[in-house]
């Protein structure tokens, strides 16, 4: 029996809404193929599926709201029987939650056969037949104003449908009614996410936070530099030196890279780096670029850009939203902010910050100096690591940004 | 081009890196990364975007000449060939 089940896609998700299927019964699908999109409660989610197979059957109709781990279709081989079940669900251990008690609102089995559950809030009447692109902000206050996605016309990036495309395509319906409580309503099913998952966080989590001063500018004059030579379309962001230095430390202190599920820590031989994205109608997700240590900062780049053009369209897939191993969350760009201390990603064990990089006096042996710092900050688990670990980590990624020209 | 299509042109960018933003309403003499929530990425879509509508070069080095929509327009129509 090869089932294919709803996927968690992050400790935040406890369910999630079947809004299409992108296959039919007697399709064949392929290890990575995209199979489905899952609205979550921070936005929609293009569901890869793990395994070979012919499709059989479909379970859950588009539309319905279920668990974590509910079958949603189920799979054969091709010659009458079904499919073996695949050896693992993803790349990397997926970082499903821990089975400690949550505040989640349903609950979250990781077995089969979990009841169907109909959504509280229904899709608009005809649900999406072929593929819409929408923010999740957008999504959201479609539903709110009972506006068929399908037919609305997309002005984002790839066409996709963004707040204001909803609420054009709402205004005939919503001029009448004086009062639309809009603002209230807007990302809060990601706020809760976000609260539920922070709150467990801190409730599981022996937080320790370590910070260090580094002065970046080699980093930031060889990347000047090296950017003159490039095309505009080339051009790197000091961003992608942060991600490739985090990826090549946590390969030196391990501990700050994989989960720690059923009580211990399991520590992944990939690092998948998540990467915070705040989206700019509230909220923010944390997608992983893959294999951040093997990627050259051109790589890196594409792929960061990508990324946050999909996560800000509401198209993020699955693989991206549960493989990340650890999170960085990067700052530099709030005027004024030096210094992050993140709440930790359950059941990740390390978040990596970075603040502004600004001008500060600095002593370099007997004399000071004016130069670029940049305040880096660790947020560990203790029950993996301690602080000597971590300032061992700290001192590594300092040392690679001191060194850029070899990232 | 005048400085008015060129302003035109600098929304419509904008709009294409940022269309969650109102930038349609932006003051000239706002802070584009302030007003439009922009950040380092979206800036350089933002200098992608003008590069391919205007086809004019913008070096990291210019990037505080841009830095709202009355200075982008003053930085760009230097670059720009004179209307005739």
């Known amino acids: ?407 | 081009m005048t400085r008015q299509t060129l302003r035109e042109a600098i929304v419509a960018a904008l709009k294409s890196v940022a269309p969650e933003a109102d930038a349609s309403s932006i003051d000239d003499d706002e802070r584009l990364r302030d007003a439009l929530d922009l950040d380092s990425m979206d800036f350089l879509n933002f200098v992608i975007a003008l590069h391919r509508d205007l086809h004019v070069d913008i070096p990291e080095i210019d990037y505080p000449k841009m830095q709202t929509l009355a200075s982008a327009v003053d930085y760009l129509e230097g670059k720009l060939p004179s209307s005739p």
């Open chain 1, 1 to 407: 029996m090869a089932d294919f089940r709803m996927p968690s896609l992050g400790a935040d998700m406890d369910a999630g809404t079947l809004v299409e299927w992108k296959i039919a019964p007697g399709d064949k699908v392929a290890r990575g193929s995209i199979v489905a999109l899952v609205e979550t409660q921070k936005g929609l989610v293009e569901v890869e599926i793990w395994q070979d197979g012919v499709v059989e059957s479909l379970v859950v109709k588009p539309g319905t709201k279920v668990p974590v781990g509910t079958v949603l279709a189920t799979l054969s081989d091709g010659a009458g029987a079904q499919a073996a079940p695949a050896p693992t669900p993803a790349p990397t251990p997926a970082p499903t939650p821990a089975p400690t008690p949550t505040p989640a609102p349903v609950a979250a089995p990781q077995v089969a056969a979990a009841p169907v559950v109909p959504s509280p809030v229904a899709l608009p009447p005809s649900a999406p037949d072929s593929r819409v692109r929408a923010s999740p902000a957008a999504r959201q206050r479609a539903r709110e104003l009972g506006v068929d996605l399908a037919s609305t016309k997309g002005t984002g990036p790839h066409a996709a449908i963004t707040l204001a495309d909803v609420e054009n395509a709402a205004r005939p319906a919503v001029a009448a009614p004086a009062e639309v409580p809009v603002e209230p309503m807007r990302a809060t099913s990601m706020r809760q996410a976000i609260a539920a998952t922070m709150a467990r966080s801190k409730r599981e989590i022996p937080h320790y936070y370590l910070w260090l001063d580094c002065d970046v500018t080699p980093a930031v004059t060889w990347l000047e530099n090296d950017n003159r030579s490039r095309t505009v379309t080339e051009r790197v962001l000091f961003a992608a030196l942060l991600l490739k230095a985090t990826a090549l430390a946590v390969r030196e202190v391990p501990e700050m890279n994989g989960f720690f599920t059923g009580g211990e820590f399991r520590p992944s031989s990939a690092v998948h780096v998540g990467v915070a994205i705040s989206l700019r109608q509230g909220g923010l997700v944390a997608p992983a670029i893959h294999d951040v240590d093997s990627l050259s900062l051109v790589a890196i780049m594409a792929r960061l850009r990508d990324l946050v053009g999909r996560a800000r369209a509401g198209t993020l897939r699955s693989s991206e939203m549960s493989d990340p191993t650890l999170t960085v969350t990067n700052l530099g760009d709030q005027q004024g902010i030096t210094s992050v201390f993140g709440v930790i990603y359950p059941p990740q064990v390390a978040l990596v910050g970075f603040g502004a990089p600004t001008s500060r006096p600095w002593a370099q042996g007997a004399m000071l100096g004016v130069r670029t710092v940049l305040t880096m900050t660790l947020a560990a688990d203790h029950r993996v690591s301690d602080g000597h670990r971590g300032a061992v980590f700290l001192g590594a990624l300092a040392r690679l940004l001191g060194e850029p020209e070899k990232l």
